[in-house]
Structure formats: structure tokens, C-alpha cells
């Protein structure tokens, strides 16, 4: 496998999670500042221009839920998704949150391009941009409150997917230490050797 990313980006869940199942795969770091992610070379792997983009046997996989969820699934041992329908429900909610509106909230700020055209409406964007993450992460804060991880004992892909975007928090103007349950599952984060490895990798 071949794995498309850029640091600072929310594929860093994906690389996460290629580590946390020990699987044999490559990474292809993607330089943003220099708009790789737009030539055309790229775009034929992956016509959106973003990461993640995995490379397979069977063809190309795009979207975090799709990238993750499919690791997961052919590296059972690793052990990265509930058996239970009920608990592995729980685990996509919180993946479809973090994509659908955290995400979305945290793209505000610096790309306001995608939903509107005038310069007082990428202002109005980013004003709000610190409240609405934290607003979202209060309810995140309530899901970590049964921790050490979001389904409580179980660690998960939807860990690996929430590193990231709580490594946003800051530059988004949420200290982390307004949300204690959300800062200690961070820093268990950073304590597992396979996301010391991921970060490695990204350099």
C-alpha cells in the first residue's frame, strides 16, 4: 500500500492508524506549500486534491472514515474497531463528527474560499472559528468522560482520527486546558509509541 499525506493535515490519522495495525505499507509525503496536491500528477490519483489517498491492491481509497475504516478491517489483529453493532456505531458517529463538523468548523479559518467569495465573509468565518470548535468539543469533552479513549477501554480508529484534529485546538484559539478530559487523551496520544512513529514518518 501507498499512503498520500501532508503533515498537519487529518491524514496524519490515517498514517497513525497504518502503524497502529503494523502494516507494510509506504508513506507519500505531499508538500501543501508547494501545491503538490494539485498537479496532475496527483489529481490522478485522487481528482478532490486532498489527503488521504490509499494506494491498494484492489484500487485507490479516499475520505478518512473510508481509509480508516478499510485498515481496520484487513488488519483484524490490530484490533483497531469494536465487534459490537452498538459500540462500533458510537465509534463512526464520533468519525462523522470530527469530519462533517468539526472539520468543517476548523476549515473556516483559513479556507473560507470554499463557501464564500467576499472578504467580510472569510472574516465573519474566522471570528468564529474558536468558539464553534469549542462548542464542538465540549460534547467531545462529555464522550472522553468513560476514557482513557472514546469508547473508554477500546482503543480505536476514531482515537487516531481525533488526534489530529485536537492538535488543531490551539492555533484554532482553544487552549487545550479549558477541556481536561480532551488535553489528557492528547497527550496519551502522543505517549503511544506508534503515534511517535506516525510523527516521525510525517517529519
Known sequence: MKLYFAPGTVAIASLITLCEADADF???RLNFADKQQTKPDYLAINPKGRVPALI???G???ETAAVLTYIADTHPTAN???TDPFQRAKMNEM???L???VHVNHAHKMRGHRWADQQSSFDDMTARVAQNMYECFGLIEEALANGPWILGDQFTIADAHLYIVESWLE???VPLSKLPNVAAHFARMNQRPTV???LKIMG
Request: proline residues 8%; aromatic residues 4%; without cysteine.
Open 80 to 82: 483497531l474497531m469494536p
Open 60 to 62: 485507490i481509497i479516499t
Open 26 to 28: 509506504e508513506p507519500m
Open 99 to 101: 469530519a462533517s463538523t
Open 56 to 58: 491498494t491492491d484492489d
Open 196 to 198: 511517535q512513529r506516525a
Open 95 to 97: 468519525i462523522s463528527y
Open 171 to 173: 492555533s484554532d484559539g
